[in-house]
């Protein structure tokens, strides 16, 4: 199937306003989307039987930086059936960037996120478990925002990078 058919299978069944851009230069090619339509698309394109995209093969946030004040979520899905890839783009405020959890859609959803929350500061609501994966649970910040600042202590112990 083709990244035009796929729009159109999302566009008859929901309304043209959930798409709010399409990236092209993606790859694979993305389509953007309001955060308040993540559900809805997610599950569409999971429980449709001529998408069926049954992979979440990577979930993962970017810092746009301060002076743009956004970030984004990203969804790259893959539909091992039908042999097609879609990349879904997700833009969240910056200074509070809070998306629903995809978890009860695929449930490889829950460590990714974690891994959004942790390097990020991405929160999903509703997610089942959302702490920190890879840092310590008291590290302060999160350490792929563009702003980070590196700790020169934890617990007492210099930090060498």
């Known amino acids: 199937m083709t990244f035009e058919q796929i729009l159109e299978q999302i566009k008859s069944v929901l309304t043209d306003s959930v798409i709010t851009n399409i990236d092209e230069a993606a790859s694979p090619k993305a ?3 309001g955060a308040s339509s993540l559900i809805k698309v997610m599950t569409l394109l999971h429980d449709n039987e001529n998408l069926y995209f049954d992979s979440l093969s990577c979930l993962t946030g970017l810092d ?3 002076e743009a004040g956004k970030m ?20 969240v405020d910056r200074v509070n960037p809070v ?9 490889t959803a829950d ?5 959004a929350y942790d390097m990020l ?4 609501d509703d997610h089942p478990d959302l702490r920190r994966i890879l840092m310590p649970a008291d590290w302060d910040g999160f ?12 617990r007492g112990i210099k930090v060498d990078y």
């Open 111 to 115: 460590w990714q996120e974690r891994e």
């Open 72 to 91: 984004e979520v990203i969804y790259n899905l893959y539909s091992i059936p039908f042999d097609h890839h879609l990349m879904i783009k997700v833009i």
């Open 143 to 154: 350490p792929l925002r563009k702003d980070y600042k590196e700790q020169e202590y934890y």
């Open 121 to 124: 500061g991405i929160k999903f």
């Open 31 to 33: 389509i953007v989307i």
């Open 64 to 66: 746009n930086g301060e």
């Open 99 to 107: 998306l629903p959890t995809i978890t009860s859609i695929w449930k």
